[in-house]
């Protein structure tokens, strides 16, 4: 049912960091555009960092530029989420998502990515 696997979310004090990780013991994401994508308690599910099927290009929202940092490495299949500087509306459930890439060096995350894991809780607790 689920695709790909994170891991890493959990319980920390605002100003902490957590690194997450995706990956999927099925098939390769060497060719995959992937996206990390949150959704707070409430609220609609929102993608948050970007990344290339090779890693040279990033995209971040607004919101979380400066702290969230994506990256991946393709030997190992893993992609990560660094996110430092935690704070409070930073809870919620974070989901990796995949897709085929499209253009080349343009990557692209959305809703409709086609392959999903189940998702991990960071809960920045005050």
């Known amino acids: 049912q689920y695709e790909l696997a994170e891991s890493g979310g959990g319980l920390v004090q605002p100003g902490g960091s957590l690194r997450l990780s995706c990956t999927s013991s099925?098939?390769?994401?060497?060719?995959?555009?992937v996206g990390w994508f949150h959704q707070a308690p409430g609220k609609e599910r929102e993608v948050v960092a970007c990344?290339?099927?090779?890693?040279?290009?990033?995209n971040y929202a607004d919101s979380v530029k400066g702290r969230f940092t994506v990256s991946r490495d393709n030997a190992k299949n893993e992609v990560y989420l660094q996110i430092n500087n935690l704070e409070s509306d930073d809870t919620g459930v974070y989901y990796c998502?995949?897709?085929?890439?499209?253009?080349?060096?343009?990557?692209?995350?959305?809703?409709?990515?086609?392959?999903w894991g189940r998702g991990t809780l960071v809960t920045v607790f005050s």
């Open positions: 998502a995949a897709r085929s890439q499209v253009v080349l060096a343009t990557p692209v995350c959305k809703l409709d990515m086609k392959f």
């Open positions: 990344i290339s099927s090779g890693g040279g290009i990033t």
């Open positions: 099925q098939f390769s994401l060497a060719l995959d555009d």
